[in-house]
């Protein structure tokens, strides 16, 4: 299966632009590629502000600073988990975030 085979993934407000983020992860025997990026779409993958500001750049092309990240979570913009000092992000959430800062017209 090829990445465009599999880069929309239901529930997300668009297409990826590319999947090789999820590379990061280590792949279970058996599993697709596509059920691969799913998983970790919904799960809280990211670990910090900064390897969100990488997945939105390398998933999406779209540049945010990890300060703006950070910042949407205190305003309530953007759901986080609060892990010790930092945040831990799902990409599904991340997705919402910037899908929701669209603007028409």
Same mark, same amino acid.
């Given at each position: 299966? @090829? ?14 632009v ?7 992860? @280590? ?10 990026? =799913?998983?970790?779409?919904a799960?809280?993958?990211? =670990? ?48 919402a ?9």
């Amino acid at each position: 299966m @090829t990445e465009t085979d599999f880069r929309t993934i239901p529930g997300q407000p668009e297409p990826m632009v590319r999947t090789t983020w999820f590379d990061n992860f @280590t792949r279970g025997e058996n599993v697709s590629e596509s059920e691969h990026v =799913r998983v970790f779409w919904a799960s809280p993958s990211v =670990r910090s502000a900064a390897d969100a500001v990488d997945y939105l750049w390398q998933t999406r092309l779209i540049r945010v600073e990890a300060h703006a990240v950070r910042a949407a979570v205190k305003r309530g913009e953007l759901t986080a988990l609060r892990i010790g000092k930092g945040f831990t992000f799902r990409p599904a959430d991340l997705d919402a975030w910037i899908a929701a800062r669209q603007v028409n017209g």
